[in-house]
C-alpha cells in the first residue's frame, strides 16, 4: 500500500521513574491501511497510543501527524456512572455537535441505530463499543485509533466488531491504528502488524508475523495454537441481537 | 410575612438554585468528599479575610482556591490517595481556622453560625452576594455546561476531542468556591456539600437527561429551604440544620415514588 503516510511515529522513548516503558518505537500509518498493535499485557501498548493521541509527551523521539488530520478516538472499555442520566444519543454527541439524522446514520453505519434512546447505561458491552465508534466517526476522521476495540465482547461479537472496522476502512479509506492483545482475530483484517514488547520485536503482514520467532517467544505456541483454531470457518454468526445470521451479510440495525 | 422571613427565602432560593445543578456534577464526579474539604477550609477563609480586613466571602473564596490548587498540586506524587489528602487538608484548614480566629482577641466572632449557617440574619448586603455570586456562577456552568459534561464522561476522550480539560476543571473548582462562599450564611461550613449532594441524588431517578437532572436539583433545593425554614419557625429548631434535614426528607420522598425507572 502506498497510499499518503497520516501518522509516522520515529524513534519514540519513553520511561516513567527512570524504568523504560517504550524503547526506539518506529510505526507509521498510510490512509486507507490497518495496523495492529499487538503486545502482552504492560508491553506499552496504551502508552504508544497515549503519545500518539497527544496525551502523553515522550522523552525522545517524534510523533507527526499529517497537518489538519483529525483523529477520531476509541478508548479501551469505558463505564458511565449509573448517577448520569444520559441516553446513546447524548453521549455520542459530547464530543460533536451533530443533528439527530447524523447520530442515526452513524449509529446506522455502525450496526446499532436501535439503541439511540436508549440510556448509555442499559446497553450491551458490544453496543457501548459501537457507540464509541459512532462517536469517532462524527468527527469524520483521517486517522482512527481503537484501544482494545473488542475488549468485554464475545467471540462472535469479536469477529463482527473487526469485520466492521474492515468495512469502515473500506467505506471511508481511513487509517485505522488499533490495539490488541491478540493477533489470532485481528489477523483476517489487518495489512500491518506491529508485536510490541517495550521494544518493536517485529513487524510486517500478519502471516509473516505469526511465523516470526519473535512473535513465537513473546506468545507461546499457545499463541500459535489458537491461530490454527481460528482459521476454521462459522457456517452462519449471531448479529449484536443474538440473531443468526448468514456469514457475509452484516445487521445494519 | 415578616421580613426577615422573606430575606432568609430569597437568600436560601438563591443558594439552591446554583447549588442544585453545580451539585449534580459533584455526584456524577464524585467529588462529595472534595467539596466538603473545600467547604472545611472556608473557616480559614473566613479568619484570614477577617486578619486581612477584607470581605470573609472573599477570603473564603481564596482560600477554597488555595486548597484546591494545593490538592492538584499534592495529587501528582502518588505515595498517597487522593482520599487521605483530602482528609488531611479538611480538618488542618478546619483547625487552623478556628485556632486562627481564638488569636484574634479583638474580633468577635460567632462560630456557631459560621459552622451552621445563620439564615434568619441574612441583610440586603449578603443577599446581594448571594444573588451575584450564584448568577455569576450559573452564567458560567452553562458557558462551562459541554466541555465539562464531556469530560466528567470520560477525560482523556474529551481530550482528544479538543476539550482544554485541565482550565475547565479549575474553573469547575471556581465555581464550587464561590457557591461555598456564599452558601456559608445559609446552612454554614459544615453543611455546604449537603446542599450540593442530596437535591441532585433526589433528583436523579426523575431525570432523564443531564441537564433536566440539574433544574430538578435545584427544585428540589428550593423545596427544602422552604420547608426547612417552615420547619424551624414551626418548631423553633435551628434553621441550617432543619433545611438539611428537610431535603433528607425530599430524598426519602422522592425513593417511596415510582420513580421513571430506566434500568
Not at chain 1, 446499532?112 to 450491551?124: G, H, K, N
Not at chain 2, 451552621?116 to 441574612?122: H, V
Not at chain 2, 418548631?235 to 434553621?239: I, N, V, Y
Given at each position: 500500500m502506498s497510499a499518503k503516510t497520516l501518522l509516522t511515529v520515529e524513534n519514540v522513548n519513553f520511561a516513567v521513574r527512570g524504568n523504560p516503558i517504550l524503547q526506539d518505537v518506529n510505526l507509521r500509518v498510510a490512509a486507507g491501511e490497518i495496523v495492529a498493535l499487538i503486545g502482552p499485557n504492560g508491553a506499552g501498548k496504551s502508552t504508544l497510543v497515549r503519545i500518539v493521541l497527544g496525551l502523553l509527551r515522550p522523552d525522545g523521539g517524534r510523533v507527526s501527524l499529517q497537518p489538519g488530520a483529525r483523529i477520531g478516538y476509541m478508548p479501551q472499555r469505558m463505564t458511565v456512572a449509573d448517577t448520569l442520566p444520559l441516553t446513546v444519543q447524548r453521549f455520542v454527541t459530547l464530543g460533536t455537535r451533530a443533528s439527530r439524522e447524523r447520530v442515526r446514520a452513524a449509529l446506522a453505519e455502525v450496526g446499532?441505530?436501535?439503541?439511540?434512546?436508549?440510556?448509555?447505561?442499559?446497553?450491551?458491552g458490544g453496543e457501548l463499543q459501537r457507540a464509541l465508534l459512532a462517536r469517532a466517526l462524527l468527527r469524520e476522521p483521517e486517522l482512527l485509533v481503537l484501544d482494545e476495540p473488542v475488549q468485554g465482547v464475545d467471540v462472535n461479537g469479536q469477529y463482527e466488531l473487526y469485520e466492521l472496522i474492515g468495512d469502515l476502512r473500506r467505506n471511508r479509506g481511513c487509517g485505522i491504528l488499533m490495539v490488541s492483545h491478540e493477533l489470532h482475530l485481528v489477523m483476517a483484517t489487518t495489512d500491518h502488524v506491529v508485536c510490541l514488547n517495550r521494544h518493536v520485536c517485529c513487524s510486517g503482514h500478519p502471516d509473516h508475523v505469526a511465523r516470526d520467532p519473535a512473535y513465537l517467544e513473546l506468545f507461546g505456541s499457545e499463541g500459535a495454537r489458537n491461530l490454527a483454531i481460528y482459521h476454521h470457518h462459522h457456517n452462519h454468526r449471531h448479529d449484536l441481537h443474538g440473531v443468526v445470521v448468514a456469514t457475509g451479510e452484516r445487521d445494519d440495525g | 410575612m415578616d421580613e426577615f422571613l422573606a430575606r432568609a427565602l430569597l437568600g436560601g432560593f438563591g443558594v439552591a438554585l446554583a447549588a442544585g445543578p453545580l451539585g449534580t456534577f459533584v455526584v456524577w464526579r464524585r467529588m462529595a468528599y472534595f467539596g466538603d474539604t473545600l467547604a472545611h477550609s472556608g473557616l480559614l477563609g473566613v479568619a484570614l479575610g477577617t486578619m486581612l480586613g477584607i470581605n470573609p466571602e472573599l477570603g473564603v473564596v481564596g482560600a477554597c482556591l488555595a486548597v484546591a490548587l494545593a490538592l492538584v498540586l499534592l495529587q501528582?506524587?502518588?505515595?498517597?490517595?487522593t482520599d487521605t489528602l483530602l482528609g488531611i487538608l479538611a480538618h488542618t484548614t478546619l483547625s487552623l481556622g478556628v485556632v486562627a480566629l481564638a488569636f484574634m482577641e479583638t474580633v468577635r466572632v460567632d462560630l456557631v453560625s459560621y459552622l451552621?449557617?445563620?439564615?434568619?440574619?441574612?441583610n440586603i448586603a449578603d443577599l446581594c452576594w448571594i444573588w451575584g455570586g450564584n448568577l455569576l456562577a450559573l452564567g458560567a456552568l452553562a458557558w462551562l455546561w459541554r466541555p465539562l459534561l464531556a469530560a466528567t464522561v470520560h477525560e482523556e476522550l474529551a481530550r482528544v476531542e479538543g476539550v482544554p480539560v485541565f482550565p475547565v476543571r479549575l474553573a469547575f473548582m471556581l465555581l464550587i468556591a464561590v457557591v461555598i462562599a456564599v452558601a456559608m450564611k445559609v446552612v454554614g461550613i459544615l453543611l455546604i456539600t449537603s446542599l450540593l449532594i442530596i437535591p441532585a441524588a433526589a433528583a436523579r431517578r426523575f431525570a432523564r437527561s443531564p441537564e433536566g437532572m440539574a433544574v430538578l436539583a435545584s427544585a428540589f433545593g428550593c423545596a427544602a429551604i422552604g420547608l426547612g425554614l417552615w420547619a424551624s419557625l414551626r418548631?423553633?429548631?435551628?434553621?441550617g440544620p432543619s433545611v438539611v434535614v428537610a431535603a433528607t426528607g425530599l430524598f426519602l420522598f422522592g425513593l417511596a415514588l415510582p420513580g421513571r425507572s430506566w434500568h
Open positions: 446499532a441505530a436501535r439503541v439511540l434512546d436508549a440510556p448509555v447505561q442499559a446497553i450491551s | 501528582r506524587q502518588h505515595a498517597l490517595a451552621f449557617g445563620d439564615i434568619l440574619s441574612i418548631w423553633d429548631t435551628p434553621a
